[in-house]
């Protein structure tokens, strides 16, 4: 079983940055793939990117390409998501997820979840 705790979220302004964190507990994550998704009220869970185990691959859905950054920590057995020039249509609950796969961007191919943390962008 993995345990992941997502921490970082809040309140920013549009164009703002926040860094978020996911630090995974009970077994380590450097075999899994990692991902972010993303869900705001009354709308489907949303892929937010991906990163491989060994870093060397990531994935990102074009909404957020070029302003959202993941990267991992093993030895920490952390993943983070660095997030800048955020827009109002970033505002969402943020999941840390743990995968089996070596890197994926489908919901379903995730194992293990985190609790979310709330990211709100005003205008």
């Known amino acids: 079983q993995v345990q992941l705790v997502e921490t970082g979220g809040g309140l920013v302004q549009a164009g703002g940055s926040l860094r978020l964190s996911c630090v995974a507990s009970g077994r380590s994550i450097s075999r899994y793939g990692m991902g972010w998704f993303r869900q705001a009220p009354g709308k489907e869970r949303e892929f937010v990117s991906a990163?491989?185990?060994?870093?060397?691959?990531?994935y990102y859905p074009d909404s957020v390409k070029g302003r959202f950054t993941i990267s991992r920590d093993n030895a920490k057995n952390t993943v983070y998501l660095q997030m800048n020039s955020l827009k109002p249509e970033d505002t969402a609950v943020y999941y840390c997820?743990?995968?089996?796969?070596?890197?994926?961007?489908?919901?379903?191919?995730?194992?293990?979840w985190g609790q979310g943390t709330q990211v709100t962008v005003s205008s």
């Open positions: 990163i491989s185990w060994s870093s060397g691959t990531t």
């Open positions: 997820a743990a995968s089996s796969a070596p890197i994926t961007t489908t919901v379903a191919a995730y194992d293990y």
